[in-house]
């Protein structure tokens, strides 16, 4: 249950903090900001509840993890549940707060940071346009997670890597669609503001899980096999303890 919790505050906080710059403050810091708001926000928690959950806080990195073997299917499906409740959760109180402003705040107009295509898209851009981009970015997202926290990646920089990427993802698609590379974190402004979010939505549920599925196995392609080694090999002293052991060797 600690992993599953773990898994909504880290999508509430990804959320909160990524969506709510762009509906609180996205008129004074730009598209600049609110993908360095996203980026930061997934840096920290990499670092925060990644010891306790891996911090996916994403249902299409679950399903590259799950792909990748790294976690079980029950795990996974317990973890979307969870990032889907905490994004939820983050948007209703995004509107709660958006809402306190003086004339209040026009969903239909605001859009509470939805995604969207076409005449919804902020630089208009097509359906299939939304699609590939969509499913491209996630790629990226996914396949550095897999790489940064390989048993072979340098320990300590995964956060680093993957909040940095997340921020590089916004900066190209937040003219193109908002940026989603997330089913959780669209689902959560769409309940709220349904209508064209709603029938859009299908879009930002699939590019990314397609996107996922895409990383998964182009990084087990790419992966350095494990490497192997026979009993007796393991067994043998290495070279620097056998020459270490040729210096104290006592001589007669």
């Known amino acids: 249950m600690r992993k599953y919790l773990t898994e909504f505050l880290g999508t509430f906080v990804l959320v909160f903090g990524g969506v709510g710059s762009a509906v609180l403050a ?87 940071g939805a995604n969207g295509y076409g005449l919804h898209s902020p630089g208009q851009y097509s359906m299939v346009a939304a699609f590939i981009a969509e499913v491209i970015l996630t790629m990226f997202l996914v396949v550095t997670v897999l790489g940064a926290t390989d048993v072979k990646a340098p320990v300590g920089f995964a956060g680093l890597a993957i909040g940095l990427v997340l921020t590089l993802i916004h900066l190209v698609g937040i003219p193109i669609t908002n940026t989603s590379v997330n089913p959780a974190r669209s689902i959560g402004p769409a309940l709220f503001v349904q209508g064209w979010t709603l029938e859009q939505l299908w879009l930002f549920i699939v590019a990314p899980l397609v996107g996922a599925v895409i990383a998964a196995f182009a990084y087990a392609a790419i992966r350095l096999p494990d490497n192997l080694i026979t009993t007796p090999q393991g067994e043998r002293a290495l070279a620097s303890e056998q020459a270490q052991r040729t210096l104290n060797k006592p001589r007669p």
């Open 26 to 112: 996205g008129s004074h810091i730009g598209y600049v900001g609110v993908a360095f708001a996203f980026g930061l926000a997934l840096l920290a928690m990499v670092y925060t509840i990644g010891p306790v959950s891996g911090c996916h806080i994403n249902p299409a990195v679950t399903l590259g993890v799950l792909l990748a073997k790294r976690i079980g299917a029950r795990d996974s499906v317990m973890y979307v549940v969870a990032q889907i409740f905490g994004a939820i959760v983050a948007s209703a109180l995004i509107l709660l707060i958006a809402s306190g402003v003086a004339g209040g705040y026009d969903l239909a107009a605001g859009g509470l």
